[in-house]
């Protein structure tokens, strides 16, 4: 029996697959679902910690501790070595990626009955855009973690890659596929031959085409929609008394996940004080001071999420804010939301024409393009890329399970049985 499982980690959701004969690939990891959130919270009041959708729970419940979430956007970074604090002691960012690894293992081998020794890791074509040392030192950061967590064999694989091989397990006949991954993190994207023959082979090398990528995801879309509509509620761009507009850094710690727990610091506090007392007007800051009092940070970025996923099916929707002011409920319309995304959507547009002309491909030439990541389904950015592919059928995978199986198939390629 394969002891090889593919590990997906993602910023938003985590998968692990295992193939075999006869059973699903993917593996449930949290009340029978085959996805876990990749959120951890730990508890205040005892050692608890929780994760995935029971620690998104226990803390819209109310229960005192420190939430966190989005920690694969560390990786390449410089706050990988920095650290947090965490039931009152220094925690370094490093050991709190170990404990997701860790617990995501666990998860997979007690629903495999099973241990896994080998594993095919997804990692984005770039964690880091630009800087080759830094995606290296990305790379090298989460195998030792992986390690550390038991794994002995560890090998990567491109995300966008892994989903079109579990796609190709479905088709009948060669095509010519765009795979467009949009994670919470980054938006990947491989040109690749495939096909039930191609398939039996073990070098695939000469049927991709080409890959790119930037490093732009859903917590970004979350990101530019908060700053759009939420912050200036709290007073981004206000004017103190000087007649200077208020300073931002606190709004955009507030918008990113993997930054929402610097507010809280005291040096954060301090900051807000002093413009609270220079506002020109208090009102908004009022807000500003209730949502950090009450530590609703995270509670925020979770409504601002939940309206980004609205908008993929509707023309309007409302975010009730009733918990930093009584009756306020934001109105954010479909075009609210795309003013807010443009620029992204635009770059990652830019980085698949760049593919394309890299591969030497005219966007025609393209058979089918396929979607998946969770974050694939924002409309203006479907739009904008089918309309590269002018005769390319659209095809959406599995959004949050097709990377891990497409590893699972890779790993038994790989390690074998």
């Known amino acids: 029996m394969s002891h090889a499982c593919g590990l997906d980690f993602g910023t938003s959701n985590s998968t692990m697959g295992w193939l075999r004969p006869g059973h699903p690939v993917l593996l449930p990891l949290e009340d029978g679902k085959s996805t876990l959130p990749s959120v951890i919270f730990f508890h205040a009041e005892d050692p608890l910690v929780v994760y995935g959708r029971a620690a998104l729970s226990d803390y819209l419940a109310g229960y005192e501790g420190r939430l966190m979430r989005s920690l694969k956007s560390l990786l390449g970074t410089s706050m990988m070595d920095d650290s947090t604090e965490v039931m009152g002691r220094a925690m370094p960012f490093r050991d709190l990626l170990a404990h997701f690894i860790g617990e995501l293992k666990r998860r997979g081998e007690a629903a495999a009955g099973t241990e896994f020794t080998q594993a095919v890791l997804g990692r984005p074509v770039y964690f880091i855009d630009e800087d080759p040392v830094a995606d290296k030192l990305a790379e090298d950061t989460l195998a030792e973690i992986a390690r550390k967590a038991g794994f002995k064999d560890i090998a990567f694989q491109y995300e966008p890659i892994a989903a079109a091989f579990d796609y190709e397990a479905g088709i009948s006949h060669e095509e010519l596929v765009l795979v467009a991954d949009i994670g919470g993190g980054t938006s990947d994207f491989s ?13 695939r090398h000469e049927d991709i085409l080409a890959n790119g990528g930037v490093h732009i995801g859903g917590t970004d879309f979350d990101r530019a929609l908060s700053l759009a509509s939420a912050m200036p509620l709290l007073g981004l761009g206000s004017t103190l008394r000087s007649g200077k507009e208020m300073p931002s850094s606190q709004y955009f710690d507030l918008a990113s996940w993997h930054t929402i727990n610097l507010v809280y610091t005291r040096k954060a506090w301090s900051v807000v004080m002093d413009n609270y007392r220079d506002a020109a007007d208090t009102e908004k800051l009022d807000r500003l001071i209730r949502l950090i009092k009450d530590r609703a940070g995270h509670w925020l970025a979770i409504q601002v999420e939940a309206a980004k996923i609205a908008l993929s099916e509707a023309d309007e929707t409302g975010v009730d804010l009733g918990r930093i002011a009584p009756d306020l409920v934001l109105t954010i319309t479909r075009d609210d939301f795309d003013q807010s995304i ?3 959507v635009t770059k990652t547009e830019t980085a698949v024409r760049n593919m394309l002309a890299d591969a030497g491909v005219a ?7 396929l979607f998946t990541g969770g974050s694939s389904s924002v409309p203006m950015l479907r739009e904008r890329l089918s309309h590269l592919l002018p005769h390319a059928r659209r095809v959406e995978g599995d959004l949050f399970g097709g990377i891990g199986s497409g590893l699972a198939r890779d790993a038994m390629r790989k390690f074998g049985s």
């Not at 040109?191 to 070098?203: C, F, G, H, M, N």
């Not at 966007?363 to 393009?369: A, E, L, M, P, S």
């Open 191 to 203: 040109l690749v031959r495939l096909s039930p023959e191609r398939a039996k082979r073990l070098d």
């Open 342 to 344: 443009h620029k992204l």
């Open 363 to 369: 966007g025609d030439k393209v058979d089918t393009i």
